[in-house]
């Protein structure tokens, strides 16, 4: 297999894709993020800036989260609701609207040097209080459904089998076993 550059300059990103796909190479590639509802569009852009700077096989990634009770915001803006109210805040906020009920999903764009495709997983969950201090974003305030452990409080190799990530990415790497 080709080398294939996960775009991202988030260590514990990579570390989660590397664990399902061990051949991806990061590539740290300040790459200007447009402000979309929209997923899809967002890893467009993406790869679109990724092709001008660097030759090859890339992939990109934009995580959501949709709050039942904030109208699914912040979806893809969850990067600037953390910045600005951290994980209790959102948590705060989240309980004022009186529905904690959320989804998580990722949508990672694979670009192979010809064409691009898209891949999703998602996971279902509520809005918990915070616990513990963060190790990773929001995963101190997302607790996946059918656990009684937020993301954060559960063994790194128990979220990695469920997340979102991981689901978008076995789907990446089903797709490279099948390319094969």
């Known amino acids: 297999m080709k080398e294939i550059y996960f775009i991202t300059e988030n260590k514990n990103k990579f570390l989660e894709a590397k664990a ?16 979309e509802l929209d997923p899809k569009k967002i890893i467009e852009e993406k790869l679109k800036e990724a092709i001008k700077r660097k030759k090859g096989q890339f992939i990109v990634e934009d995580t959501s989260l949709y709050i039942k009770g904030l ?5 893809p803006l969850i990067k600037w609701f953390l910045k600005s109210l951290e994980c209790r805040g959102i948590y705060e906020l ?4 009186g529905d904690n009920n959320a989804e998580a999903v990722t949508v990672i764009g694979y670009y192979n040097g ?6 999703k ?16 974003g929001w995963d101190p305030i997302f607790q996946p459904e059918g656990y ?3 993301f954060n409080d559960m063994p790194k190799e128990e979220k990695n089998k469920i997340s979102m990530r991981a689901q978008a990415f076995k789907k990446l790497k089903a797709h490279f076993d099948k390319s094969k």
């Open 20 to 35: 399902i796909i061990p051949e991806l190479e990061q590539l740290d590639l300040d790459i200007p993020e447009i402000q």
């Open 121 to 136: 997983g998602s996971i279902k969950g509520k809005i918990v209080y915070p616990k513990s201090e963060s190790k990773f």
């Open 114 to 119: 010809k064409e691009e495709k898209f891949f």
């Open 148 to 150: 009684n452990v937020s």
């Open 71 to 75: 109208n699914r915001l912040p979806g």
């Open 94 to 97: 989240t309980t004022k609207q």
